[in-house]
């Protein structure tokens, strides 16, 4: 059971960190159920100057 939260959480960390590297402006949510990560949402704003 470890074993499967342990691969769960190093996935949802791979993915984060993909997003961090183009994300400039905005925020990132997990969704967690039943201590899984389920879902990650990304909300990017573009800011016009």
Do not use: F, W
Not at 14 to 43: C, P
């Amino acid at each position: 059971m470890a074993d499967k939260r342990t691969e769960n959480i190093n996935l949802a960390l791979e993915h984060v960190r993909e997003i961090l590297t183009t994300l400039q402006h905005g925020s990132i949510t997990l969704i967690v159920q039943n201590s899984y990560v389920v879902q990650i949402d990304k909300n990017e704003k573009i800011r016009l100057r």
